[in-house]
């Protein structure tokens, strides 16, 4: 039987404890009112930040689900993939987008592989190269500074000006046509995003006032706000401002002591609401 009604997949880990990856991404994408496929890649304890956490590889059963949905018909409207895990991962994820997309449904890609200056456990520079294909793919990618340093092969610093960004961004703009929303970009006690666009080569940024603290999850809770609003019809600098403004909105009622994540559940229903109208 053909599934014909419009819904999306998103491919990313399931860490079970940790408010990243999947348990961010289905609630934000369930309230923007996106019916909503998971491929998970991984199942984790908890994120990789904690110390003891465990990783079972889902890349067998990905496979397994791939060949159900192509004999199942199931189609998507729209693809948006974060943390992966194995570099195994990235051409099980290609054919998902090659077979299972609808007529010119658009790939959102967070390369969520490192922070800070550094990639995350578990990741190499072989993972960094199969990113580097992989991300040719996308119609937008949301890497941060350093994710974009590391995929441009540009050497990191804490702080990019805005003519740093824009050659950050011609660089990154070598690997793919596609738009870029470059996360963590701060100016003058402020933080925000800047958004290369491939048709007209230029870069817009966007600030909002930097607030204490830096919390984990956050990309994860930007990049699926950035899909909601996206799909939701906001042009994608509209929908990078959105998913900015929930992000703070969200680390300004968390909990001083809750450090591992961001209580965003607070101020989901109420911010996502008028996207459903
Ligand atoms: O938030 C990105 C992320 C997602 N999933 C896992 C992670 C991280 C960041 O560390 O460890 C498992």
């Known amino acids: 039987m053909a599934k014909t009604s419009k819904k999306i997949l998103t491919v990313q880990d399931l860490s079970c404890v940790g408010q990243c990856s999947l348990t961010v991404a289905l609630p934000i994408l369930s309230a923007f009112g996106l019916e909503t496929g998971v491929l998970p890649t991984a199942i984790l304890s908890e994120h990789t930040m904690f110390k003891n956490f465990t990783f079972l590889d889902l890349a067998q059963n990905m496979e397994n689900t791939l060949k159900s949905w192509e004999s199942d018909g199931h189609r998507f409207a729209a693809f948006y993939t974060g943390y992966l895990g194995k570099k195994e991962h990235f051409g099980i994820v290609e054919r998902a987008i090659e077979t299972l997309s609808e007529p010119s449904a658009p790939v959102i890609i967070d390369p969520a592989?490192?922070?800070?200056?550094?990639?995350?456990?578990?990741?190499?520079?072989?993972?960094?190269?199969?990113?580097?294909?992989?991300?040719?793919?996308?119609?937008?990618?949301?890497?941060?500074?350093?994710?974009?340093?590391?995929?441009?092969?540009?050497?990191?610093?804490?702080?990019?000006?805005?003519?740093?960004?824009?050659?950050?961004?011609?660089?990154?703009?070598?690997?793919?046509?596609?738009?870029?929303?470059?996360?963590?970009?701060?100016?003058?006690?402020?933080?925000?995003?800047?958004?290369?666009?491939?048709?007209?080569?230029?870069?817009?940024?966007?600030?909002?006032?930097?607030?204490?603290?830096?919390?984990?999850g956050t990309g994860d809770i930007f990049a699926s706000v950035f899909t909601g609003a996206y799909l939701a019809g906001k042009d994608m600098f509209e929908a990078a401002k959105a998913a900015a403004e929930f992000v703070a909105l969200a680390i300004s009622v968390n909990d001083k002591e809750h450090t591992y994540g961001v209580q965003f559940e607070k101020e989901l229903a109420a911010f996502a609401l008028p996207y459903l109208q």
Do not use: Q, W
């Open 113 to 216: 592989f490192g922070d800070n200056g550094k990639l995350y456990p578990l990741f190499d520079e072989a993972y960094v190269e199969g990113m580097r294909e992989y991300v040719s793919h996308a119609d937008v990618i949301l890497p941060n500074i350093t994710e974009a340093c590391y995929l441009a092969g540009v050497p990191y610093a804490s702080h990019f000006d805005r003519t740093a960004v824009c050659g950050l961004m011609a660089a990154l703009a070598r690997g793919g046509n596609y738009h870029i929303v470059l996360t963590g970009v701060e100016e003058e006690g402020k933080i925000g995003f800047a958004h290369y666009d491939p048709a007209t080569g230029k870069t817009e940024f966007y600030f909002r006032v930097l607030l204490d603290g830096r919390f984990h």
